[in-house]
């Protein structure tokens, strides 16, 4: 084992001192009895457990929702901040970028922040002024760079940081959220450049909320939700698992949105479900299946004709679908009773994502509408793909040369 | 859930070439000192004169006290006197304030890379130096004016230097430590020393405490090197033993106290930056 870079065990991370248990247990007694709303302990960890192994030459993607310890982890590794409790230990010299800036002294140049930053990465002075030309070039900040940190922005801040990191060479790279700097060329030089460091046998862990970066650049991915570390596989399957938590606290979300309800008292609903192709309730709808929503309810008075419509609005609230009963022909006199209404949804092209249902009566030959439900169920589209929109379904592509002659001219007619 | 968890011994370890860590330290360290002396005095229009005028207003201030009450001074001219007091106090207590918040002023770094934190207070202290080298230069100054002899005596003084620069790192870095955490203590810190100017013997000789109470007052770690500094310069001589070796004493037991409470503290820095 001994191509491990990076071992951690049992590690626990609350902020702030570790108050001893005794202090703690006095504390809280002392709490229960006054009931004072002290926040003289601070009981929410930050990390929980964590066990972790990662290899040389690695590329580890971390997921999770804000505040799910990401960062933590990563000032924990960079030995910024001490663990509560647990093991960590690293093998080589690590360099931390965190919190996307390397401005160190915001009055000093950008040249003398990267001397400090060399300096600090124990890097002797000859070995900084060798690096210093190329870190200059990579950077691309022209005469910025000898102007004072303060005055740049923050784009420029985490460039100059970035490019310190790519060219110190150093066996752990820890990079937080720090790949939405520059422009697209510049992006695509920092790819290229962590991909040279991952062939060179670096370790790199790579916290990002571009999940397509993410997906891009490790191979190895782990999601952190709450500071427990919940999944570790491929890269892909952390970032399906992540999107899962999305969709589901979105759907939760939604479910607790307060409804906006219109109701005359001539409809009853009971409940309704989602269900699938078995009749079994889900919460969760496969991309591409089938799935149906089911209503339970009760009319009370009779109906010459009614009329149902179903909507479903995806988080961002944009209407994805809406049908109408009486369209789709369903053909049924409404005398008063307690019946179920199912809808089939038997094509299912929704995307990826949280969704609720908008539900609505009414009686087709006064136009009256008795009962209008926003969220009557909601429900998440969960599936490994990548690709993203409002509608779901693959296309066909097809990339076929083009002989020369068949274009006017070589000049591009976009861009 | 604590009772039902057993929780391992929290421990950081980061194996990489020792020497490189210990170029590391003094890359850093002087990098800090020279941003700590360049950037102190900017944006001020006497700029380094203040490093001059502080001991020098001080004494001003000790010599027209000196003309209402009758303050003994070994009978040596008080102004020679005072100053060469004044000399190790200032930086004492100019880099125990500098200390205090060392850690706070250098949050980004803290928060961004693993240092020993040691580091921050230790520039601070060396920074420090700076001032009190230019402070010297008036001593010498004045020592030439009042023709005061020199002799083999002075080679105690890079001794002595070490000596107060240990003695203000033992009490700079635990406030910086507790500070960091409360700022109470960086706020108490100018009451502190204003306090322990008092049991110094800065404006008075040492021979003006009483007899049976002298073993106890050498325990500060101050008075050997005022009284060291004070037979070099003034007297030609070599510093008195017991107030000396008390004070390095003294200074030895505060580090060994300070320190690991420092190091103790320093883990969890980045947490309340």
């Not at chain 2, 430590?177 to 108490?188: E, N, P, S, V, Y």
């Amino acid at each position: 084992m001994s191509d491990v870079t990076i071992r951690i065990e049992g590690l626990w991370k609350r902020y702030g001192l570790p108050v001893p248990e005794l202090v703690r247990k006095s504390v809280l007694a002392a709490k229960k009895i006054f009931g004072s709303k002290n926040d003289f302990l601070n009981e929410t960890w930050a990390l929980r457990d964590i066990n972790l192994e990662v290899r040389k030459g690695e590329t580890l993607g971390i997921v999770g929702r804000n505040g799910a310890g990401k960062s933590t982890l990563l000032k924990v590794l960079a030995g910024v901040t001490a663990p509560t409790h647990g093991k960590v230990e690293i093998f080589g010299r690590i360099f931390p970028m965190i919190e996307l800036n390397a401005g160190l002294h915001m009055e000093l140049t950008g040249r003398e922040n990267v001397r400090l930053l060399g300096a600090v990465m124990g890097l002797a002075k000859d070995e900084i002024e060798e690096k210093l030309p190329g870190i200059e070039d990579f950077c691309e900040l022209g005469s910025w760079f000898d102007q004072p940190v303060r005055m740049y922005s923050s784009g420029m801040l985490g460039r100059l940081g970035f490019g310190v990191a790519v060219n110190i060479q150093s066996d752990v790279v820890l990079i937080d959220e720090t790949f939405a700097v520059g422009d697209l060329k510049f992006q695509n030089k920092s790819l290229a450049r962590v991909k040279e460091m991952r062939e060179s046998g670096a370790t790199i862990l790579l916290v990002s909320h571009s999940l397509e970066t993410l997906q891009f650049v490790a191979k190895r991915g782990i999601l952190l939700e709450q500071g427990q570390l919940i999944s570790d596989g491929t890269s892909l399957e952390a970032i399906n698992a992540y999107e899962k938590l999305v969709f589901r606290s979105e759907q939760q979300r939604l479910e607790h949105r307060v409804r906006n309800r219109i109701s005359s008292e001539d409809v009853y609903i009971y409940n309704a479900r989602l269900f699938d192709e078995n009749g079994e309730s889900i919460k969760e709808v496969i991309s591409g299946e089938p799935f149906g929503i089911e209503v339970d309810l009760h009319l009370n008075r009779a109906l010459e004709k009614p009329m149902f419509s179903m909507g479903l609005l995806n988080a961002a609230g944009i209407l994805c679908k809406w049908n109408i009963s009486e369209e789709d022909g369903l053909e049924a006199s409404g005398e008063p009773n307690r019946y179920i209404l199912k809808i089939w949804y038997p094509e299912n092209r929704l995307a990826n994502g949280a969704y609720e249902a908008h539900f609505a009566t009414r009686d087709a030959t006064s136009f009256e509408t008795l009962e209008r439900i926003a969220g009557i169920v909601s429900f998440a589209v969960v599936g490994p793909k990548r690709a993203r929109g409002i509608v779901a379904g693959t296309c066909e592509w097809r990339l076929t040369p083009v002989l020369e002659g068949d274009t006017p001219n070589g000049k591009p007619a976009i861009g | 859930m604590s009772g039902t968890t057993q929780f391992i011994k929290s421990s950081y370890i980061n194996v990489s070439p020792r020497s490189r860590k210990r170029s590391q330290f003094a890359t850093v360290l002087r990098a800090l000192v020279i941003r700590d002396v360049t950037s102190r005095y900017r944006r001020s229009s006497l700029g380094m004169w203040w490093a001059f005028l502080q001991p020098l207003i001080l004494m001003l201030l000790f010599n027209m006290l000196r003309g209402f009450v009758n303050i003994p001074s070994d009978g040596i001219p008080y102004i020679l006197f005072s100053y060469s007091g004044l000399l190790p106090w200032t930086f004492f207590t100019n880099s125990v304030a500098a200390c205090g918040p060392s850690i706070i002023t250098n949050a980004e770094i803290i928060k961004k890379i693993a240092l020993p934190r040691e580091v921050f207070p230790l520039a601070a202290v060396t920074a420090t130096l700076f001032d009190f080298v230019m402070s010297g230069i008036v001593m010498a100054i004045l020592m030439i004016y009042y023709a005061v002899p020199i002799g083999w005596a002075l080679l105690w003084i890079p001794a002595l230097v070490i000596l107060m620069g240990a003695a203000s790192f033992a009490v700079g870095i635990l406030i910086a430590g507790l500070g960091t955490f409360r700022k109470d203590f960086i706020f108490a810190t100018p009451f502190l020393t204003q306090a322990w100017l008092f049991i110094t013997p800065v404006i008075y000789p040492l021979s003006s405490v009483p007899e049976k109470w002298q073993s106890i007052y050498m325990l500060n770690p101050m008075v050997g090197v005022i009284e060291g500094f004070r037979s070099v310069l003034l007297k030609a001589q070599t510093p008195a033993f017991e107030p000396l070796a008390l004070s390095a004493l003294t200074t030895a037991l505060l580090l060994g106290l300070s320190w690991p409470v420092f190091r103790k503290l320093s883990g969890y820095f980045a947490d309340v930056l």
